[in-house]
């Protein structure tokens, strides 16, 4: 059953409610997922429950998957409208609360400017310094950006799980990366 | 078009570089355990509809609409109070009696041939002794007669009413335009139908005197 295509193992699990159809599913899908809401989000407990919701939901409504469809399509599009939602109640509660901080609000980048080049060069510190720059970038161009260039999504997928038409997609990866290599022109002074 | 994402790529070539480089995030080892325990416990929470939350916007729109239109209310509410005041009402309708008795008195003064109209005439249709002119007849013009003002017609010939100290009192002369707050010998009681023809009586004595004295003139010439 390994050897099933995503849509042959989604078909198999909505005829006969497989069980080990899902499973390889979830294994499939749950490390791209998780990378690709992590880096949407930026935030690894949210991005666990998140990717969880998207596969509890992909057990309660598998029907609604439509064999036209792509799987990785159809379950990125689940995983991304609950990223979105869970961003949305995050600014929400930010607003709300009484004692935000602004380290919640926004991710300093700004701290950028006192980190020496050397430890600019340490792998883990410019990693996290591109993560808070792709989460400075306006939602609706990080997705895409994400999606291309990171998670190596044709631009007809993204077309697809984004809803947009492809030259849509085109613009705003083009206009989110512009916006992300402003942030991190510091990274490329070497 | 191909060719201009291209080079917008090169552009990005070195971002987009390190973008691929970045290490790939992967799920916690009990990830699926904790997956299929939820499934199994059907613990869906998250995935159903949430309570809402309560909201001090959703909350305070709607009270403040409340309160503004209570507040509308009472600030209207005395106006349409007023009609149903019965002591309002009544100082209405003498002030309306008073102006129909007035100007028939003083119509009933100059004019000696008509006959005494009965006071259950006048109060039933008072428009046939107003004339056209008569600021009571005027539609819209409203005779500010005060009961302050006013006097009893009897007290006054009788001199009781000497003692009484109004300061409202005074002869006020305007050109007609607005509506004069004339302070007339007004009958706030029922005229007494006695008293009228003795005042009748003693008009018509003197107009025949001087009719008399009109026609001695002329004998003498």
């Known amino acids: 059953m390994t050897e099933l295509s995503d849509e042959d193992l989604i078909k198999e699990y909505q005829d006969n409610n497989t069980p080990e159809a899902y499973d390889i599913l979830v294994k499939r899908y749950k490390d791209p997922l998780m990378n690709f809401v992590y880096r949407f989000v930026g935030d690894r407990d949210i991005c666990t429950d998140v990717v969880q919701d998207t596969m509890i939901k992909f057990y309660l409504n598998k029907d609604s998957y439509?064999?036209?469809?792509?799987?990785?399509?159809?379950?990125?599009?689940?995983?991304?409208?609950?990223?979105?939602?869970?961003?949305?109640?995050?600014?929400?509660?930010?607003?709300?609360?009484?004692?935000?901080?602004?380290?919640?609000?926004s991710p300093q980048i700004e701290d950028k400017m006192f980190i020496a080049p050397d430890k600019a060069?340490?792998?883990?510190?410019?990693?996290e310094i591109i993560q808070k720059a792709l989460l400075k970038v306006k939602t609706v161009y990080r997705?895409?950006?994400?999606?291309?260039?990171?998670?190596?999504?044709?631009?007809?997928?993204?077309?697809?799980?984004?809803?947009?038409?492809?030259g849509t997609v085109k613009s705003r990866i083009n206009r989110g990366r512009a916006q992300l290599q402003k942030l991190l022109k510091h990274i490329y002074r070497e | 078009m191909k060719k201009i994402y291209n080079?917008?790529?090169?552009?990005?070539?070195?971002?987009?570089?390190?973008?691929?480089?970045?290490?790939?995030?992967?799920?916690?080892?009990?990830?699926?355990?904790?997956l299929l325990t939820r499934i199994q416990n059907k613990n869906f929470g998250k995935t159903e509809k949430e309570r809402p939350q309560f909201n001090w916007v959703k909350f305070l729109a709607p009270s403040a609409v409340v309160i503004s239109a209570i507040i509308l209310f009472f600030i209207f509410f005395p106006s349409s109070q007023e009609n149903n005041n019965q002591i309002l009402q009544r100082t209405k309708l003498?002030?309306?009696?008073?102006?129909?008795?007035?100007?028939?008195?003083?119509?009933?003064?100059?004019?000696?041939?008509?006959?005494?109209?009965?006071?259950?005439n006048l109060q039933s249709n008072p428009s046939v002794l107003l004339g056209s002119n008569d600021r009571a007849a005027r539609p819209g013009v409203r005779s500010r007669i005060y009961d302050s003002r006013s006097i009893k017609l009897d007290d006054y010939i009788s001199g009781a009413n000497k003692n009484q100290s109004n300061t409202n009192r005074g002869n006020i002369v305007n050109n007609g335009e607005e509506p004069s707050q004339y302070d007339g010998l007004i009958v706030s009681?029922?005229?007494?139908?006695?008293?009228?023809?003795?005042?009748?009586?003693?008009?018509?004595?003197?107009?025949?005197?001087?009719?008399?004295?009109?026609?001695l003139k002329k004998v003498q010439k």
Do not use: C, H
Not at chain 1, 70 to 80: D, L, R, V
Not at chain 2, 7 to 33: C, G, H, Q, R, T
Not at chain 2, 201 to 214: C, G, M, N, P, R
């Open chain 2, 7 to 34: 080079n917008e790529e090169n552009k990005f070539s070195e971002m987009l570089k390190v973008l691929k480089e970045l290490p790939k995030i992967k799920a916690p080892d009990n990830f699926e355990y904790n």
């Open chain 1, 143 to 166: 997705e895409v950006v994400i999606l291309r260039d990171i998670q190596d999504l044709s631009y007809e997928e993204i077309s697809e799980i984004t809803g947009l038409a492809i």
């Open chain 1, 66 to 105: 439509r064999s036209f469809a792509k799987f990785s399509t159809w379950i990125y599009t689940i995983a991304g409208n609950l990223a979105k939602n869970e961003l949305k109640r995050r600014r929400r509660r930010i607003i709300f609360s009484i004692d935000n901080s602004d380290d919640e609000r």
């Open chain 2, 189 to 215: 009681e029922k005229p007494d139908k006695k008293t009228l023809e003795r005042y009748r009586a003693v008009v018509d004595s003197i107009k025949k005197a001087q009719l008399k004295a009109d026609s």
């Open chain 2, 94 to 120: 003498q002030d309306k009696q008073s102006a129909v008795n007035n100007s028939t008195s003083t119509k009933n003064e100059l004019n000696n041939q008509q006959s005494v109209p009965s006071s259950t």
């Open chain 1, 121 to 127: 060069a340490d792998g883990t510190i410019r990693n």
